[in-house]
């Protein structure tokens, strides 16, 4: 049942050559099946776990135009952020993974993966999102999604990674 | 039923030793305390700046009543202890109580001395000593103008200081040439003197007190001197020395000399029952004045009261600071120069600055520091620590950042601190300890970190320092200096400690090859570690094992993991290799087409003589590698960036070698060579060095008869000029004697230290030793680093077999409604995936 949720899911796949590409034929195999589905409607589909790297992160672009970063941390617990360091506005989801935190690849703020906020003495917060992992799939839950997207209309840093 | 124990004495020692003691066993005892003043403890060190008017006596309290309460202690203030009977172990008290106990404590601390001349019982004449003391002194400032203080040491100074900064006008009298003269020579205080009067103090030097004048009514008038000067006073203070409290104790019939007599353990040698610290205990011979001891007793007696049976007093070390705003005094053991000790002397009068080092026996014994006192901290442990100095002797007087393994000169001094430095002298608080305390409690201010480590909770003369050690530890230091002990706070086990773990087979000979097995072999304490360590374990593995230890992408940072440098903005910056600084129109041609077809915005020639173009999307890069068609600079990695080269003989009229050949020729050999941090080299093909051989890690020099080689240089935050490390004849022995340097590094060089620091820890005579003096030994590093490098691909060329997870230049942005994403393009996973 829990492929269902990939109903709304799909992995663009981004090629400007050199190598860059992907995509998820299972997650795209399954997609549609439970489209009306409630908790297809809570949850949003993101990528396969085995798709971020242990002690790794993704860059999610997804109901608007604030980027997320996709933590998978110890234990394979996945966490969603906004992907901006509240120091600098960093991406996070280009630092090191760690326990419970991420170093931010700018100036090695470590912002905690359960809240998103600064270790101290650093002080800051960055919005964070439920993720949970169900049948292999990482999901985003919706409503904090889209409260974050209408919360913070500003744009991406321009030349943030990824297209 | 718990043994009752009884401290006489409300003081900062007593009360210090009570709280090692209810950390160490909190319920051994049923504490009893009398203290004579009517005041819970305070801090006695702090009564100059209420004086000052700088604190409130409110603030300077360190345990309240409350505190005494919560630990169940009762508390008889204003309650003087009259006698004690050792037969029947009972204590009485001058208000009648009576109390037994099991084991005394004897804190009852000094008394101030009072010169013995008439006139002493006079109205306004005072010692300085407790809060009393100094409420009647800021009461006399409020009302009367005149004051003198008979004293010129460090109490007479801070008490004279107070009262000019409450209106008055003071005059010290002293009875010897020069002030403080128990810490300073000479020439150090006759400039204090001088400092002085310009705030406004008056003195007379070599002056003895003859009586006190009565001024009519009772007060004292005036101060009349031997030579028959009179100084007109409404106050006099006596500051002329202390002597310990031993009134009871030899009413009890302990023996007391200049002190009650105590050993190791701080328990005295009459009454295995009875314990003293603090100012009225003589341990050694000697009886302690000043704040840091005195804890240091407080802590043995403690495991002593305790009955752990552990630890010894074994005397100590003092430093001494003057507590006057403004004024930079420092001085630590033995300043003055005996026959058998040389002394080093920096003397600048008129710029305020004066300084003395005593040696004997090629160790530290003495310093007297006066107007700059930056380095004060750093003698104090070279002097306790008793090093040999005869390494840095040359460049001792110039303090620690000038010896080279102390990172930055110009910020600030915290930064250049080691962990194991002292900052807090009176409580023994190291840098670590405080830098450990921010980072784990979340502490940000100054209060927060006195209330968690006591740092500067004492005399508050390191407050500047520990406001320093918040600052830059709250900034987090993207490269900080691997100069502190332990590694992280993930482990205790230092940076060589681990290196060599990973270097040993363990029993059953099998070997450590990957960071958790690392972590478990050696009891890491967070089970993924942290920012800090695992770049450095990924290092310390790939360079101990090539080929063989598994290359986690995950544990490096961004720029080594995309191969591209990460900027403010989350774009990345590409660096193309350029042999030696040399390119081609065919590379330049494609350089400019990928400027255009990317959109590239910025592009840029930079000091190691190649391109960097700036604002690459990350999505890009694979693409931009693809279409540079040209090696990876590696200007992202800790590794080898680039080969300055000038354009020797081969067109320079001047050159003399053919020093882009040579360029060229170490960059083809050493490039994808990881190191503990960045390395950069130059080759100059004649002494003008128009590459500027003498800031790289390693540079080379052209010469007629053939090649220098300098090493350790750095142009870095602070500059260093490379030094000379040998001259050798062919191209080849520049391979092999650079190669095998830059092996040693790589073997023993900590993670993010550059080669100069690297050189600066051990000593350019190990280099010498390891790469000329050994020719096997030189082969061998040189040999292994080819083995190194020989099959490290470019990751530019080569992602699949560099390990570069592709996914990371994709984001992810699976649509809402479901667009169908094409099912087979081509999914290159890495490897690591």
């Not at chain 2, 049923?30 to 004579?36: E, K, L, S, Y």
């Not at chain 2, 060229?664 to 080759?683: C, D, G, I």
Request: charged residues 20%; contains cysteine; glycine residues 10%.
């Amino acid at each position: 049942m829990v492929a269902g949720v990939l109903s709304a899911a799909t992995v663009a796949s981004e090629s400007n050559g050199g190598g860059g590409g992907k995509v998820d034929d299972s997650v795209a195999a399954s997609r549609q099946q439970h489209a009306d589905s409630e908790r297809a409607e809570a949850w949003i589909p993101v990528c396969r776990l085995e798709h971020i790297a242990p002690l790794g992160a993704r860059r999610v672009e997804l109901l608007g135009p604030v980027p997320i970063a996709v933590f998978r941390a110890g234990g394979d617990a996945v966490f969603a952020l906004v992907d901006r360091c509240p120091h600098k506005g960093g991406p996070l989801s280009q630092g090191i993974v760690f326990a419970q935190g991420v170093a931010c690849p700018l100036h090695n703020w470590t912002i905690g993966l359960a809240d998103g906020c600064a270790a101290a003495p650093d002080q800051g917060c960055t919005p964070r999102i439920d993720a949970r992992v169900d049948d292999g799939v990482v999901q985003l839950h919706r409503a904090q999604l889209a409260a974050v997207q209408a919360a913070d209309g500003a744009p991406a840093s321009p030349g943030a990674p990824g297209a | 039923m718990k043994s009752r124990l009884v401290m006489v004495g409300n003081g900062m020692a007593g009360v210090r030793t009570l709280e090692e003691l209810l950390e160490l066993a909190p319920d051994r005892y049923d504490i009893t305390v009398f203290g004579a003043e009517p005041h819970p403890n305070y801090n006695r060190i702090l009564l100059s700046p209420v004086l000052a008017g700088e604190q409130t006596v409110d603030q300077i309290v360190l345990n309240p009543r409350s505190w005494y309460e919560e630990n169940h202690i009762r508390l008889h203030l204003g309650s003087k202890v009259t006698s004690v009977d050792r037969a029947r172990r009972i204590v009485h008290a001058a208000d009648g109580t009576q109390l037994p106990y099991d084991r005394l404590l004897l804190a009852t601390g000094s008394k101030p001395v009072m010169l013995p001349v008439p006139g002493l019982d006079l109205e306004g004449v005072i010692a300085y000593r407790d809060i009393e003391d100094t409420q009647k002194m800021i009461d006399a400032a409020a009302r009367y103008r005149d004051a003198v203080v008979i004293g010129g040491g460090l109490l007479g100074l801070e008490a004279a200081n107070g009262l000019m900064l409450r209106g008055m006008r003071v005059t010290v009298v002293h009875l010897l040439p020069t002030l403080m003269e128990r810490q300073l020579d000479e020439t150090a205080g006759r400039m204090l003197q001088a400092s002085l009067e310009q705030r406004g103090l008056q003195f007379c030097t070599g002056a003895k007190t003859q009586c006190l004048v009565d001024g009519g009514q009772g007060r004292v008038g005036a101060v009349r001197l031997a030579d028959g000067r009179q100084i007109a006073a409404d106050l006099v203070v006596m500051a002329v020395g202390i002597r310990a409290n031993t009134e009871l104790a030899e009413g009890m019939g302990l023996h007391c000399q200049r002190g009650i007599v105590v050993d190791d353990t701080m328990q005295t040698v009459t009454d295995p029952r009875i314990y003293a610290v603090g100012e009225c205990a003589s341990h050694r011979g000697i009886s302690y004045g000043l704040v840091a001891p005195l804890f240091e007793q407080a802590k043995v007696c403690a495991t002593h009261l305790a009955c752990l049976g552990i630890g010894r007093y074994r005397g100590s070390q003092v430093s001494t600071k003057l507590k006057v705003t403004g004024i930079d005094l420092f001085s630590a053991g033995d300043f003055q120069a005996g026959t058998d000790a040389e002394e080093i002397v920096l003397s600048d009068p008129a710029g305020g600055v004066y300084k003395k080092l005593v040696i004997r026996d090629d160790r530290l014994v003495g310093a007297c520091l006066y107007g700059d006192t930056v380095d004060g901290a750093w003698y104090f442990s070279l002097l306790r620590e008793g090093r040999p100095i005869g390494d840095i002797r040359a460049s001792l007087m110039f303090g620690q950042s000038h010896i080279g393994d102390a990172g930055h000169e110009g910020q600030s001094r915290a930064q250049a601190m080691a962990d194991t430095d002292e900052v807090c002298g009176c409580n023994g608080v190291a840098k670590g300890t405080i830098c450990r305390a921010i980072k784990e409690q979340g502490l940000f201010t100054l209060e927060d970190v006195r209330r968690h480590t006591k740092a500067s909770a004492s005399c508050g003369s390191c407050t500047g320092l520990v406001e320093q050690i918040l600052m830059f530890t709250a900034g987090g230091d993207y490269s900080a200096a691997p100069t502190k002990k332990a590694m992280c706070g993930c482990t205790a086990l230092s940076h060589d400690e681990v290196r060599a773990a990973i270097r040993t087979p363990r029993p059953d000979g099998t070997r450590l090859l990957s960071i958790p097995a690392v972590h478990e072999a050696l009891g890491w304490r967070s089970p993924t570690g942290c920012a800090s360590c695992r770049p450095a374990l990924n290092y310390y593995l790939i360079s101990t094992w090539p080929r063989e230890a598994l290359d986690d992408p995950q544990s490096r940072f961004i720029n080594e993991r995309a191969h591209a440098n990460i900027q403010k903005d989350g774009s990345y910056s590409v660096v193309p290799r350029m042999w030696g600084g040399e390119t081609s129109a065919a590379e330049l041609r494609r350089i400019a087409d990928v400027v255009d077809t990317f959109h590239i915005p910025t592009v840029k020639v930079t000091g190691g003589q190649r391109i960097d173009l700036l604002g690459v999307r990350k999505s890009d890069l694979p693409a931009v590698w693809a279409a540079l068609d040209m090696p990876s600079g590696h200007a992202y990695a800790k590794a080898l960036r680039t080969v300055k080269t000038c354009v020797g003989s081969e067109w320079c009229r001047f050159g003399t070698q053919d020093s882009t050949r040579m360029g060229k020729e170490l960059e083809r050999a050493l490039w994808r060579m990881y190191a503990p941090h960045k390395v950069k080299l130059a080759v100059s093909g004649c002494p003008r060095n128009c590459a500027e051989s003498g800031i790289k890690d390693v540079g080379i020099i052209g010469v007629d008869s053939g090649w220098e080689i300098y090493i350790a240089g750095n142009g870095g935050i602070k500059t260093e000029v490379a030094q000379f490390l040998a001259k050798v004849a062919t191209r080849e022995e520049v391979l092999e004697y650079a190669g095998a340097f830059l092996q040693l590094y790589r073997e023993e060089g900590w993670y993010l230290e550059r080669t100069v620091h690297y050189v600066a820890r051990v000593g350019i005579e190990r280099v010498r030793a390891r790469v000329l003096e050994d020719a096997p030994g030189r082969r061998a590093l040189w040999e292994r680093l080819q083995f190194a490098v020989d099959q490290e691909p470019d990751p530019w060329k080569d992602p699949a077999r560099a390990g570069i997870d592709l996914r990371q230049f994709a984001v992810l942005a699976p649509a809402p409604a479901a667009a169908a994403a094409p099912a087979a393009r081509a999914a290159q996973w890495s490897p690591a995936s």
